[in-house]
């Protein structure tokens, strides 16, 4: 089974800049393909996430070898499940 890695890392005035995503390092080729995103699902994500309470930047990278969210947040905690859900 593979999993998407977060990372965080502590930011000014409480926010935390977090990393989650696959790429071609952590996940095989079948599983990538289910994290793909055409460009109208990238746009449906920032849309989706930058209007999340809680998130003050967003950044959506897909790529053939990867599928990442980079997000500046006050509440963390959340995120990986809300990233995966989008």
């Not at 089974?1 to 409480?14: D, L, R």
């Not at 509440?75 to 989008?86: E, I, K, M």
């Amino acid at each position: 089974m593979h999993t998407v890695k977060s990372y965080c890392w502590g930011g000014s005035f409480g926010t935390t800049l977090m990393v989650i995503g696959l790429n071609y390092r952590t996940a095989l080729v079948a599983v990538r393909e289910r994290f793909w995103m055409s460009d109208s699902q990238q746009c449906e994500a920032l849309v989706q996430l930058a209007r999340a309470e809680g998130i003050e930047e967003i950044v959506v990278l897909a790529t053939c070898k990867r599928t990442e969210f980079l997000l500046w947040a006050s509440d963390p905690v959340w995120l990986p499940t809300r990233c995966c859900a989008s």
